[in-house]
């Protein structure tokens, strides 16, 4: 697509439910990125994918935080079991493999998700 | 663990008004700086830098990275309300790392 899509774009949900969080990169962008925006803060790496290497999880609050991309392209963030803090603003960007830091990422307008 | 420190947290001026946002960083292998200008949900790529003391200027705004004292700034001359916005800072870490640490952010409105 011309740019990065995230669904739904707001999600409330009760506490100790699950949520599934989508995210459509744009096409030919092999890398991509899930970041978290807490009110107030800035943006919290959470998880990276890069073709078909490895996914670099480091950034996962804890394991009911999962995410899977599928086919090099769609990605989805699932929250096991939510609490209310996990309350905030989930981005997606995607980037080029090559040169694609920073100037290249392209993020999407993010899901915002309010746990009650 | 890197960090990236953002000031002010907020700032409100009227249209007109030049201001100067400031991000400081403390990194352990640092490749660049990015400007990202985020209205409502998604950041939009501002300014990438590299070397110290060379301006990037894009119309009202520029932006400028010293990296002997690790900070950046970011300057808005003659401020209009469409620059009401969140200003992210962030740095990109060289070696095999992929993901950028992000500042707070800096919340400018600019009053009519």
């Known amino acids: 697509g011309a740019g990065v899509s995230q669904s739904p774009s707001n999600k409330v949900t009760e506490k100790g439910k699950d949520v599934e969080l989508r995210c459509d990169p744009i096409s030919g962008h092999t890398a991509l990125y899930w970041y978290r925006q807490s009110l107030g803060q800035g943006l919290e790496f959470l998880i990276y994918f890069q073709g078909n290497s490895a996914p670099d999880k480091s950034g996962l609050p804890s394991d009911r935080f999962s995410a899977e991309r599928t086919g090099g392209s769609v990605s989805t963030l699932t929250i096991q079991r939510t609490q209310q803090e996990d309350s905030a603003v989930y981005l997606c960007?995607?980037?080029?493999?090559?040169?694609?830091?920073?100037?290249?990422?392209?993020f999407g307008s993010g899901t915002r998700l309010t746990v009650v | 663990e890197d960090k990236v420190v953002q000031s002010p947290l907020s700032l409100v001026v009227h249209e007109g008004d030049t201001v100067t946002l400031n991000c400081s960083y403390e990194?352990?292998?640092?490749?660049?700086l990015l400007w990202y200008k985020q209205e409502k949900k998604a950041p939009t790529f501002l300014f990438m830098l590299?070397?110290?003391?060379i301006e990037k200027k894009s119309g009202r705004l520029s932006s400028i990275l010293d990296k002997k004292e690790l900070f950046s700034i970011l300057n808005i001359t003659a401020t209009q309300t469409g620059d009401s916005a969140i200003y992210l800072c962030a740095v990109v870490p060289s070696g095999s790392a992929r993901q950028l640490t992000f500042g707070s952010g800096t919340q400018l409105t600019v009053l009519p």
């Open positions: 590299t070397s110290s003391g």
């Open positions: 960007a995607s980037s080029l493999a090559v040169g694609g830091l920073g100037y290249g990422y392209t």
């Open positions: 990194v352990t292998n640092f490749r660049s």
